[in-house]
T-cell receptor
Framework: ELKVEQNPLFLSMQEGKNYTIYCNYS?????LYWYRQDPGKSLESLFVLLSNGAVKQEGRLMASLDTKARLSTLHITAAVHDLSATYFCAVSSNSNSGYALNFGKGTSLLVTP | NAGVTQTPKFRILKIGQSMTLQCTQDMNHNYMYWYRQDPGMGLKLIYY???????DKGEVPNGYNVSRSTTEDFPLRLELAAPSQTSVYFCASSAQGGVLRGTQYFGPGTRLLVL
């Protein structure tokens, strides 16, 4: 069974600060996803990481993947209030499960002034 | 493109009632999924489909049924609703093959309350 663990689950940080969210997964997978969810809303795709060492950046968010360590990180640089949301990492299962996603529990991020 | 659409947005059911959650996508995706999201938890897979006429169970299928008669539609049926089925239900779709294989696009969700 593929398990995905995120930490921390809750994060309160001040505007302008940096922080990293961690995502560990239990078995090999060829791709990892980061999604954002605003309260009461659907999930929005942020990043798809396809290979070991992959790094992607969008604005103040940067995601990386280490497949050997089965670890992905989502780094937040100089946080702003608009980044307040819940962030999920998800790992793709194989074709036998239709490439369904296995999600972590999410990290609820609150950015305060 | 509308992407993935779901109806209804919100529904209250009495214990033992049945209902169908509708999901439609206009991206010609072969893969479609139903997930449920409970408070403080990630999403859990209920059922998935890899094409019209082909469906399979996910992690939490009990109490649900699906069908896939067309590429566009993937309805989720709840029979004999129970309070444990109170949740937010998300439908998603993804393309088959290519670089973006597996990236799932989510609908707006259906909030279901069973009393």
């Amino acid at each position: 069974e593929l398990k995905v663990e995120q930490n921390p689950l809750f994060l309160s940080m001040q505007e302008g600060k940096n922080y990293t969210i961690y995502c560990n997964y239990s078995t090999t997978s060829d791709r990892l996803y980061w999604y954002r969810q605003d309260p009461g809303k659907s999930l929005e795709s942020l990043f798809v990481l396809l290979s070991n060492g992959a790094v992607k950046q969008e604005g103040r968010l940067m995601a990386s993947l280490d497949t050997k360590a089965r670890l992905s990180t989502l780094h937040i640089t100089a946080a702003v209030h608009d980044l307040s949301a819940t962030y999920f990492c998800a790992v793709s299962s194989n074709s036998n499960s239709g490439y369904a996603l296995n999600f972590g529990k999410g990290t609820s991020l609150l950015v305060t002034p | 493109n509308a992407g993935v659409t779901q109806t209804p947005k919100f529904r209250i059911l009495k214990i033992g009632q049945s209902m169908t959650l509708q999901c439609t996508q206009d991206m010609n995706h072969n893969y479609m999924y139903w997930y449920r999201q409970d408070p403080g938890m990630g999403l859990k897979l209920i059922y998935y489909s890899v094409g019209a006429g082909i469906t399979d169970k996910g992690e939490v299928p009990n109490g649900y049924n699906v069908s896939r008669s067309t590429t566009e539609d993937f309805p989720l049926r709840l029979e004999l609703a129970a309070p444990s089925q109170t949740s937010v239900y998300f439908c998603a779709s993804s393309a088959q093959g290519g670089v973006l294989r597996g990236t799932q696009y989510f609908g707006p969700g259906t909030r279901l309350l069973v009393l």
